[in-house]
């Protein structure tokens, strides 16, 4: 006996699970431009299907419900290919909190060999936009109110993205929905 994932229906795509349909709900509504199960790896004899591209970020994204997934696969894809690779473990923050809790972060895996410890991991990180430019960015809450934070304008007012977060929360599926919010 097992468990499956609903399969939901999003733009002509068939995600495997509702939690990647409500991704791509986030990323349209954020403007940010994505690419879903773009190519299969095979890395070193385990066959690796990324979630997602976003181009603009140049980066791939996993989508996990939890913290249970192979890290060793995807630390050398990420060597491999040369790109970070992004892993959304549980649900977001509510829209306007700050505060992850314990349950969610984006895990940032960076493709640096050197970097095989916890270090190399980013922990927490979320996208914010800046407040003055509208730049989006992925970081943890600490290193988004440092000077500079914003690489476009130079500010450091980076916050949470409501709107795209509250998409996230209430996108609908259920009995044919289409996934507007």
Not at 154 to 174: C, D, N, Q, V
Request: charged share 30%; hydrophobic share 35%.
């Amino acid at each position: 006996m097992y468990i499956k994932a609903i399969e939901t229906k999003y733009k002509g795509y068939r995600f495997r699970s509702r939690s990647e349909a409500r991704w791509a709900v986030f990323f349209d509504t954020a403007k940010i431009k994505w690419e879903y199960e773009l190519e299969g790896y095979d890395v070193n004899g385990t066959w690796y299907l990324p979630d997602f591209y976003l181009p603009d970020f140049n980066s791939f994204f996993e989508v996990k419900g939890t913290g249970d997934y192979d890290d060793e696969t995807i630390q050398l894809f990420s060597e491999l290919i040369g790109k970070k690779v992004l892993i959304a473990i549980g649900k977001p923050p509510e829209p306007g909190e700050w505060d992850c809790g314990e349950s969610y972060g984006l895990q940032t895996v960076f493709p640096s060999q050197e970097w095989h410890d916890d270090v190399a991991w980013g922990y927490k990180d979320m996208f914010l936009e800046c407040d003055d430019c509208g730049r989006i960015s992925i970081m943890n809450e600490v290193y988004s109110t440092m000077k500079d934070a914003c690489g476009a304008c130079h500010k450091s007012r980076l916050m949470p993205l409501y709107h795209p977060l509250k998409a996230w929360r209430s996108a609908r599926f259920e009995f044919g929905g289409s996934g507007n919010t």
